[in-house]
Antibody, heavy 118, light 107 residues
Framework: QVQLVESGGGLVKPGGSLRLACEVS????????MSWIRQAPGKGLEWVSY????????YYADSVKGRFTISRDNAKKSLFLQMNSLRVEDMAAYYC???????????WGQGTLVTVSS | DIVMTQSPATLSVSPGERATLSCRAS??????LAWYQQKLGQAPRLLIY???NRATGIPARFSGSGSGTDFTLTISSLEPEDFAVYYC?????????FGQGTKLEIK
C-alpha cells in the first residue's frame, strides 16, 4: 500500500538549518507531483512547496521563498526539504504528500516535527 | 491569496445524527474545493475533491456541495470514527490554501 515516511525533524536554534526527507513506497514515485505541507502546533494546514515529477518545476509559499529548497531523488524514491535561516514561526509538523495534477493532496505521511527555539 | 473561512470552529453532534460543516472563500473558487479529515495525532486524509467527488474508499455518508464562495460538507449519519477535525482547501487560485478547520466533537 501507499506509504510516505518523513524524517529529519528536531530541535534547531533560530537561524539554523535542517533537512527533511520523505521516503515513499507503494506507488510509482517518479510519476507524481510531491508537496510539503506544514501545521503549526494547534493550528491549521499551510502548503509550503511542491516539485514536479522530473524536478523541472518547483514552487514555494511566500513565507519560505528564498530560505527553503525542495528536491527529489526518483531513483531513491525520496523527497527532501532543505530549510535554512529557520525562524520561530517555521515551527510545525511537516508532512510530505502526493499532489494531484489538480493541486489536491491525496496521500500523506505521518509528519515530522520541527522545533525552532533558542 | 484566497482566505478560506470555516464555521463553526467546533460542532457538537450526537452519533447517528447529521453534521453540516461550512467553508467560505474570500472570492469565487468555482467548484475547486476539497475536504480533508484529520484525527488526533494522524495525518489528514482526502475525503472530497472538486466540491462533491468522494476520494477512493470514502463512505457514501460523506457528501459535499456548493459553488462560488460557499461550500458544505455533510455527514449524513455520524459514526464514532467520524469525530475529528475537518479542513477545506481551495485550488482555484495560487497558492492552494486551507481553512482553519472545524472540530467535530461528540455531543
Amino acid at each position: 500500500q501507499v506509504q510516505l515516511v518523513e524524517s529529519g525533524g528536531g530541535l534547531v536554534k533560530p537561524g539554523g538549518s535542517l533537512r527533511l526527507a520523505c521516503e515513499v513506497s507503494g506507488f510509482t514515485f517518479s510519476d507524481y507531483y510531491m508537496s510539503w505541507i506544514r501545521q503549526a502546533p494547534g493550528k491549521g494546514l499551510e502548503w509550503v512547496s511542491y516539485i514536479s515529477p522530473g524536478s523541472e518545476s518547483t514552487y514555494y509559499a511566500d513565507s519560505v521563498k528564498g530560505r527553503f529548497t525542495i528536491s527529489r531523488d526518483n531513483a531513491k524514491k525520496s523527497l527532501f526539504l532543505q530549510m535554512n535561516s529557520l525562524r520561530v514561526e517555521d515551527m510545525a509538523a511537516y508532512y510530505c504528500a502526493t499532489m494531484t495534477t489538480t493541486y489536491y493532496f491525496e496521500h500523506w505521511g505521518q509528519g515530522t516535527l520541527v522545533t525552532v527555539s533558542s | 491569496d484566497i482566505v478560506m473561512t470555516q464555521s463553526p470552529a467546533t460542532l457538537s453532534v450526537s452519533p447517528g445524527e447529521r453534521a453540516t460543516l461550512s467553508c467560505r472563500a474570500s472570492q469565487s473558487i468555482s467548484g475547486y474545493l476539497a475536504w480533508y479529515q484529520q484525527k488526533l495525532g494522524q495525518a489528514p486524509r482526502l475525503l472530497i475533491y472538486d466540491t462533491s467527488n468522494r476520494a477512493t474508499g470514502i463512505p457514501a455518508r460523506f457528501s459535499g456541495s456548493g459553488s462560488g464562495t460557499d461550500f458544505t460538507l455533510t455527514i449524513s449519519s455520524l459514526e464514532p470514527e467520524d469525530f475529528a477535525v475537518y479542513y477545506c482547501q481551495q485550488r482555484s487560485h495560487w497558492p492552494p490554501s486551507f481553512g482553519q478547520g472545524t472540530k467535530l466533537e461528540i455531543k
